[in-house]
């Protein structure tokens, strides 16, 4: 049946593939310059994916309330379902049937996109910390594969046969498939390639398979987030063929790809890192990478008085740059240390405004730092995936290869700075204050080894749903709050989509965070499996609201409901009434002005999940001086966590607390009796 709609809307006439792949064919190419070379163009779905819906204005107040209950008492309750009322049928309803109105004028985007990247680019706080995130790779299996200059060479190369890969349409589009024996297979892909794009992506979605939107992907190279009084701008230029390598607080530049487009010899890009980490000299006495730790209007200021003072060309070919290669001078000792090099480092070893760094250790411990404002973790982890997987089987080089005989003094740049004395003390002083800042934060990790998904699977559980109760169990533990939380989730099944939240705190883990932290003698086990059960009954259903995070069963939430039932939170379309009045100089309606809405955005544990058999461990720092990051994987028979705290917060006690709520939890779930 599939085949046969598949095959109504096949363009008549065409006999063999179209796109990019028969292009190169017939004129003859290297296939080692490329990961893949996909049947289906990359952006095959792009012109047919859905459209981010706009949720009606009333179920987006009682979800917001929803979310409110477990956070205020009656009184501010009823204040607060009062304002949403006043809301929902004055002011609010006009910016909605407004919003509504400009959504379908822009049919090429979603209704967040735009905003969403006004509120990254007009924020005035350093990037560092505030928003920049990190993945870290996991080791190459092949121990001798890790040596610093051996890695750097592997993992430089696949990054730019990504980017040829990308840029030659050749890379696999992005897809959820649900039923994979169906849709993720060499018949399925020679039929939907011939499917219109204005179509293709119902052509999948007959097969319960999920394109997603990979507009971003663009912005991953030769991209940098420029620092402008009052708004920041994307700046990308394809053209630039060169790597930017920090080491020691120096910068260099040098081709990896040739006048032709081709990727420069392994052995060669191997000779220019070994000439890049034989330089003896000092670090700098005024490390330029410190000024992109600044507030962006300090920033911008001195950025314009560095182009004035001589350097624009210079610093063009930082902004220009494929990537920027991190080679640091030391070994990685352990996971906290990873993290806090990975999230900040030192400052001199990078240039936290471009599009990604990747940080190479002098032990081959590799990670990718990246800047938000362009784009979301979708994008740099299908990255991540690709460059682990290329880098590891199909190497370009080996521990025994020799570089190159080439002259590396002439093909790399060492890039100078001309710095006079107001540049200089504007560095010293965004050094102070990274310094300072460093200095407060605090971070810890834990491995709970009692078990994971395959286990909660059983106990028909959403893994994502226990480790979010846990966290709830830890901070009332800690702190004896329920607070403000935020759950990131991909909207990237949509055209154009960036994220929502989900809101895990909720009636249902209050309740049962209170029965486990303060009664736990008062419940029978089997009582407290059906708390849990209920949170995770709950959860599930927030996470399918939200967009497309996991469900229960380790199923996607797309299998669970049809297109217009996705996207469905309810912060983006509040943040998008709230942007589109000021836009329009309306005074701000008062539910933005209800310290409840200032409360629920002021999110104490802000946390993100990611799991990949590539990624090692990430993280992020707080996004209030008074919360926690917490970046988190529920792996087949383990939990990871990973937390960051500023001073006032306890991030270790945090885990502690964290660790002792998930111990409770699995007794209960095996019918033991709880310790208080």
């Known amino acids: 049946m599939v085949a046969g709609l598949l095959l109504r809307a096949w363009p008549r006439g065409l006999a063999f593939g179209p796109g990019a792949l028969s292009r190169l064919l017939s004129t003859g190419f290297d296939p080692g310059q490329y990961l893949q070379l996909s049947i289906v163009p990359t952006m095959h779905y792009q012109d047919s994916l859905p459209r981010l819906p706009i949720p009606k204005l009333e179920d987006t107040i009682r979800r917001y309330l929803s979310a409110q209950k477990p956070l205020l008492d009656d009184g501010q309750f009823r204040k607060t379902e009062q304002l949403c009322k006043s809301f929902e049928n004055g002011i609010g309803k006009?910016?909605?049937?407004?919003?509504?109105?400009?959504?379908?004028?822009?049919?090429?985007?979603?209704?967040?996109?735009?905003?969403?990247?006004?509120?990254?680019?007009?924020a005035r706080d350093p990037i560092v910390l505030n928003f920049n995130p990190f993945m870290s790779f996991n080791p190459d299996p092949k121990s001798e594969y890790n040596d610093q200059l051996t890695?750097?060479?592997?993992?430089?190369?696949?990054?730019?046969?990504?980017?040829?890969?990308?840029?030659?349409?050749?890379?696999?589009?992005?897809?959820?498939?649900?039923?994979?024996?169906?849709?993720?297979?060499?018949?399925?892909?020679?039929?939907?390639?011939?499917?219109?794009?204005?179509?293709?992506?119902?052509?999948?979605?007959?097969?319960?398979?999920?394109?997603?939107?990979?507009?971003?992907?663009?912005?991953?190279?030769?991209?940098?987030r420029l620092p402008k009084p009052s708004r920041d701008e994307l700046f990308t230029d394809d053209k630039a063929r060169h790597l930017l390598v920090l080491r020691k607080g120096h910068f260099y530049v040098f081709d990896v790809l040739d006048q032709d487009g081709n990727i420069v010899s392994a052995s060669e890009i191997q000779a220019h890192l070994k000439y890049i980490l034989s330089d003896s000299s000092l670090a700098p006495e005024f490390p330029l990478s410190y000024l992109t730790s600044e507030n962006r209007d300090i920033w911008a200021e001195l950025r314009q008085k560095l182009v004035s003072g001589g350097n624009e060309e210079t610093l063009r070919k930082v902004d220009s740059a494929v990537f920027c290669l991190c080679l640091d001078d030391f070994p990685i000792k352990d996971l906290v240390h990873l993290s806090h090099n990975m999230l900040h480092g030192d400052g001199t070893n990078r240039w936290f405004d471009k599009s990604f760094n990747l940080i190479i250790a002098k032990d081959g411990t590799a990670a990718i730092h990246f800047e938000h404002a362009w784009g979301d973790g979708v994008a740099v982890l299908r990255f991540l995936n690709e460059v682990f997987k290329d880098s590891t089987q199909a190497p370009a080089i080996t521990p025994r290869s020799q570089p190159a005989n080439t002259d590396s003094s002439v093909a790399v740049q060492k890039l100078n700075f001309k710095l006079n004395d107001a540049l200089k003390t504007g560095i010293s002083a965004a050094k102070e204050k990274f310094d300072a800042t460093m200095k407060t934060l605090t971070i810890d990790y834990i491995q709970f080894q009692r078990g994971g998904k395959e286990f909660l699977k059983k106990q028909k559980l959403s893994p994502d749903s226990v480790a979010q109760l846990a966290f709830q169990m830890a901070l009332l533990q800690?702190?004896?709050?329920?607070?403000?939380?935020?759950?990131?989730?991909?909207?990237?099944?949509?055209?154009?989509?960036?994220t929502e939240t989900i809101r895990p705190a909720s009636i249902f883990t209050k309740r049962c965070s209170e029965a486990f932290v303060r009664e736990p003698s008062k419940h029978s086990a089997g009582e407290l499996q059906h708390m849990i059960a209920k949170c995770s009954t709950h959860h599930n259903q927030l996470t399918k609201e939200a967009a497309m995070g996991e469900t229960g069963f380790g199923e996607h939430a797309l299998g669970?409901?049809?297109?217009?039932?996705?996207?469905?939170?309810?912060d983006r379309h509040l943040f998008a009434l709230r942007y589109l009045g000021a836009a329009r100089g309306i005074d701000l309606p008062e539910l933005y002005l209800d310290p409840a809405y200032r409360q629920i955005n002021h999110n104490i544990l802000s946390t993100s999940t990611l799991s990949s058999p590539a990624v090692n461990i990430g993280g992020f720092a707080p996004v209030v001086p008074d919360g926690f990051g917490i970046a988190y994987a529920v792996h087949d028979n383990w939990i990871g966590c990973n937390v960051s705290a500023y001073q006032g917060r306890n991030a270790h006690e945090f885990l502690q607390c964290v660790e002792k709520a998930l111990e409770g939890m699995f007794d209960a779930l095996e019918g033991k009796a709880i310790k208080s």
């Open 151 to 224: 890695r750097a060479t592997n993992m430089t190369v696949s990054a730019v046969r990504f980017l040829k890969t990308l840029r030659a349409d050749l890379l696999e589009p992005e897809v959820f498939h649900l039923n994979p024996a169906k849709s993720d297979t060499d018949t399925f892909k020679r039929l939907i390639r011939f499917v219109p794009s204005s179509l293709s992506w119902y052509g999948a979605y007959l097969v319960n398979a999920y394109p997603l939107d990979m507009s971003q992907y663009f912005r991953l190279f030769n991209s940098t």
């Open 560 to 570: 669970s409901c049809c297109p217009r039932h996705w996207g469905q939170g309810f």
């Open 478 to 498: 800690q702190y004896g709050q329920t607070v403000a939380t935020y759950e990131s989730c991909s909207t990237a099944a949509f055209k154009h989509g960036r």
């Open 94 to 122: 006009e910016l909605h049937k407004q919003l509504v109105a400009q959504d379908k004028q822009n049919k090429h985007t979603s209704y967040i996109s735009g905003p969403w990247f006004d509120m990254y680019l007009t």
